[in-house]
């Protein structure tokens, strides 16, 4: 079993920074790869970054170059930095564990899901 939880989000303007981070549980954590997602209301939950235990990474289009996702197995946590934010990242976060050490992008290959925490951006 793993547990996560994730923490960091908030209100920030537009073209402002976030990190948020993940706090996993669980002994299996350094061999699982890790993912971002996000939700707006409405809208199904979608792929915003992954990375496996050795420290690859994939990210989606609509994030790459302001986004970036890093770990830290000793601790247990993965984190997730968000600059140049724009209106439309306003949605929860959720953090996801894999039950593979694979880059994947779809919802139904992550075992494990955190309570999710809102980020809103503002113009």
């Known amino acids: 079993q793993v547990q996560l939880v994730e923490s960091g989000g908030g209100l920030v303007q537009a073209g402002g920074s976030l990190r948020l981070s993940c706090a996993a549980s669980?002994?299996?954590?350094?061999?699982?790869?890790m993912g971002w997602f996000r939700q707006a209301p409405g809208k199904e939950r979608e792929f915003v970054a992954a990375?496996?235990?050795?420290?690859?990474?994939y990210y989606a289009d609509s994030v790459k170059g302001r986004f970036s996702i890093s770990r830290d197995n000793a601790k247990n946590m993965v984190y997730l930095q968000m600059n140049s934010l724009k209106r439309e990242d306003t949605a929860v976060y959720f953090c996801?564990?894999?039950?593979?050490?694979?880059?994947?992008?779809?919802?139904?290959?992550?075992?494990?899901w955190g309570q999710g925490t809102q980020v809103t951006v503002s113009s």
């Open positions: 996801g564990a894999s039950e593979h050490n694979i880059l994947v992008v779809t919802v139904q290959m992550y075992a494990y």
């Open positions: 669980g002994r299996t954590f350094s061999s699982r790869a």
């Open positions: 990375i496996t235990s050795g420290g690859g990474t």
